[in-house]
C-alpha cells in the first residue's frame, strides 16, 4: 500500500469537507493494510484514526484504537522505540480529551522520560509533548503550571521553519490561561497574533476557532458583548465546517448563549436548547451491561445483608440471552426486555436452602433505576435475570449441569448457546465456581472439532464465494447467486469466529460480532458493504474477504502460503498438528 498517497487521498476528503466519508475511508484502507500485512500502513492510519475520533469527541473509540496501535507496536517488537513513544503520546491526549487529566499527566510524564532516553531531537515532538502537559496542566485548574510547559514550547516551535501552526497554537493555549489568571492584555495579544498566523496558513486550520473563541471570551470579560458574540458565532461555523457538531461546538453555543443572555434572551435560550441537543447526540448511550453493574452497586448493600453467612459463595453478574449480554444492545434494543436486572448465582446447596427467599427479596428491589424500569421476567423471554441455580443456570445452555465430557457433547449444543453461555460480565464471584465452569467453556472447542469448524466454513466460502457465486453469474442465475453471496458472508464469519475461537451468535448477531473480535474485526466493514453490493459485483469484495481469512489461517499455523482458492488448504486444517 502507497501509504502517502492514502495519507494524501484522506487530506483531500478533509480539505473539501466530507467529514462523513473520513471514518470509513480510514476503516477501509486499514483493513486492506491488514490483508496486505502492511503494518507499517496500519500503525500510520491507527495514529490518524485516533487522532480523527478524539477530535470529534469519540474519546472511547480514540483509545480502542489507540490499544490496537499499541498491540501491533509491541507485537513487532517496538516497545521502546520512538513510534511506541509517539503512539503513547496519542493515547496520553486522548485520555486528556476524555477529562482522565491525572491519567494523561503521568503518561505525558512517561513519555518525556522516553524521549530523553531515546534522545529525541526533533523539536515538533518535543514541542507537542509540552503543549500537551500544559493542556493537562490546564484542564486540571493549574494555570501558572500550564504557562510555563507554554513558554517552554512556544520558542523550540518559533525556532522551527515553516512551524506558524505550532506558534499559533501555542499561543492560543497560553491566552487561554493567561484569561483563567486575569491577564487580559496579555491573553488578547497572544490571540490576535495567533489569529493572524491562522488566517495567514495556506489551509484551514482546526484549532482556529479555539483561538477565535478565546478572542470571544477576552472581548466579553472586557465588556464589549456584540464583539465576543460575532466571535463566538464565527467559531461556531469554523467548528462545523472542519468537524461538524461536535462537543466544542456544543460548549462554544454555551458560550454564545451566555454572551446573549442581556441583550437577546430568546436566542440566548434558543441557543442552550441546540446545545443540550447536540451534547446529547454525542452522549454514548447507557449500555445493558453498565446498567446492570450500576444498578447491582446500587442494591448490593440492601439485598445481600441478610445472607451474610453465604456471601462468600455468591456469585452475580449478567450473562446469557439479550442483545445487552453481548454489548449488542441500541435504542430499538430498549422496546423489549430492557432495564435494569443482574444474575444471582448460588450453589445448589444455598439455592435450596435461601433461593426462594432472595428471589422474592430481589423482587422487592426498587421498580425504576436509572430512569429505566427495571427487568421483570416475561411470558415469552422466561426469567433472565434474579436467582438461579449455578447448575441449572448452565443446564439452560448446556443442557447439562457440568461441562461436556466428550466430542459428542459438544456437538450436540447449538453453538449460539454456547455463545449466550460465555458473554456477558460476571461482577463478583469470589468462590470461582460459576467462573470456573464460564472459563472453560470460554476456552473453546477442543482441537479436532475447531480444525472440523474451520475447515468446514472455509470450504464453504470457497464453494458459495469462489466457486457459486460467479458460475450462478455466468448462467444468469441471479436468484442463485444472491443465495451465494448470502451463505459466502454467513461462512466468513463463522471462519472469523473459530480463528478468534469465539461462538458464533444467533444470526441476527453473526456479522455484528465479527467487528467485536480480537483477530479481522475490520473485515466487519468489508462484509456490511459485500451484503449491500450487487451480486454482479460482489467477486472482488468476496476475493478480499477470501485472503484476509486466508492470511490468517496461515499466520495461525493451519495452512502454508499457495492457491488463493479456499478448497485447497481444507485437508491442512485437518490435519493434526
Known amino acids: 500500500m502507497d501509504i502517502q498517497q492514502v495519507l494524501q487521498q484522506l487530506d483531500s476528503l478533509f480539505q473539501r469537507g466530507a467529514y462523513d466519508q473520513v471514518e ?31 477530535s470529534t469527541s469519540r474519546f472511547k473509540d480514540s ?17 521502546n522505540s520512538l513510534h511506541y513513544a509517539t503512539t503513547l503520546l496519542n493515547v496520553a491526549t486522548a485520555w486528556r480529551a476524555d477529562g482522565q487529566f491525572q491519567r494523561a499527566i503521568e503518561l505525558f510524564e512517561e513519555v518525556g522520560r522516553m524521549f530523553l532516553a ?13 503543549n500537551n502537559l500544559a493542556l493537562a496542566w490546564q484542564e486540571a485548574g493549574d494555570h501558572a503550571r500550564a504557562i510555563q510547559f507554554l513558554e517552554a514550547a512556544l520558542p523550540i516551535s518559533r525556532s522551527n521553519p515553516g512551524a506558524e501552526h505550532d506558534v499559533a497554537v501555542s499561543l492560543t493555549n497560553l491566552a487561554q490561561s493567561r484569561v483563567r489568571l486575569g491577564q487580559l492584555a496579555e491573553a488578547r495579544a497572544a490571540l490576535e497574533e495567533a489569529d493572524r498566523l491562522f488566517a495567514a496558513l495556506p489551509r484551514p486550520s482546526g484549532h482556529h476557532a479555539a483561538a477565535i473563541a478565546a478572542l470571544g471570551e477576552v472581548c466579553f470579560k472586557e465588556g464589549n458583548a456584540s464583539e465576543a458574540a460575532a466571535l463566538y458565532e464565527r467559531a461556531l461555523r469554523e467548528i462545523e465546517a472542519r468537524f461538524g457538531k461536535n462537543q466544542p461546538y456544543a460548549d462554544m453555543l454555551e458560550s454564545l448563549a451566555l454572551v446573549l443572555e442581556a441583550s437577546d434572551p430568546a436566542r440566548s435560550a434558543a441557543c442552550k436548547r441546540e446545545a443540550q441537543q447536540v451534547a446529547a447526540a454525542l452522549r454514548p448511550q447507557l449500555k445493558g ?34 442483545s445487552e449480554c453481548f454489548g449488542f444492545d441500541d435504542e430499538q434494543s430498549r422496546d423489549h426486555d430492557f432495564g435494569p436486572g443482574f444474575c444471582i448465582w448460588l450453589t445448589d446447596e444455598d439455592y435450596a436452602a435461601v433461593g426462594r427467599q432472595m428471589q422474592a427479596d430481589y423482587e422487592r428491589l426498587p421498580p425504576e433505576f436509572a430512569g429505566f424500569p427495571a427487568r421483570r421476567p416475561g411470558r415469552r423471554s422466561g426469567q ?20 461436556p465430557q466428550s466430542e459428542a457433547d459438544w456437538l450436540q449444543i447449538p453453538e449460539p448457546l454456547l455463545a449466550c453461555a460465555t458473554n456477558g460480565e460476571v461482577f463478583s464471584d469470589p468462590a470461582g465456581e460459576f467462573s470456573r465452569i464460564r472459563a472453560a467453556l470460554a476456552a473453546y472447542y477442543p482441537d479436532g472439532i475447531l480444525r472440523r469448524k474451520l475447515a468446514q ?3 464453504k466460502m470457497a464453494q458459495s464465494g469462489q466457486y457459486n457465486l460467479p458460475r450462478a453469474l455466468t448462467r444468469g442465475e441471479p436468484a442463485a447467486a444472491l443465495m451465494a453471496q448470502a451463505e459466502f458472508i454467513r461462512q466468513a464469519c463463522a471462519a472469523i469466529h473459530v480463528l478468534n475461537r469465539r461462538y458464533t ?7 455484528r460480532s465479527v467487528g467485536s473480535l480480537p483477530k479481522l474485526a475490520a473485515l466487519h466493514g468489508r462484509l456490511t458493504q459485500l451484503a449491500q453490493t450487487l451480486a454482479a459485483e460482489a467477486t472482488p469484495l468476496v476475493e478480499e474477504i477470501c485472503a484476509a481469512v486466508l492470511q490468517e489461517v496461515i499466520a495461525q499455523g493451519f495452512s502454508q502460503p499457495g492457491e488463493a482458492y479456499l478448497e485447497a488448504h481444507v485437508d491442512s486444517i485437518l490435519a493434526n498438528p
Open 118 to 130: 531515546l534522545g529525541v531531537q526533533d523539536a515538533f515532538l518535543v514541542a507537542t509533548l509540552y
Open 457 to 459: 466454513a472455509v470450504a
Open 384 to 403: 433472565r435475570v434474579g436467582v438461579f441455580s449455578i447448575s441449572g443456570f448452565y443446564r439452560e445452555f448446556l443442557g447439562a449441569a457440568e461441562l
Open 289 to 322: 451491561l453498565e446498567l446492570a453493574r450500576q444498578y447491582y452497586e446500587a442494591m448490593r448493600g440492601s439485598l445481600l445483608a441478610d445472607y451474610a453467612p453465604i456471601a462468600h459463595r455468591i456469585a452475580v453478574g449478567l450473562v446469557g440471552h439479550g
Open 505 to 511: 451468535p444467533a444470526d441476527k448477531w453473526l456479522v
Open 63 to 79: 483509545l480502542a484504537a489507540a490499544s490496537k496501535a499499541l498491540g501491533l507496536l509491541e507485537e513487532l517488537g517496538l516497545k
Open 24 to 54: 470509513a475511508f480510514m476503516l477501509d484502507h486499514i483493513a486492506r493494510a491488514e490483508a496486505e500485512g502492511d503494518k507499517g500502513a496500519v500503525l500510520s492510519l491507527l495514529n490518524e484514526l485516533m487522532g480523527y475520533y478524539r
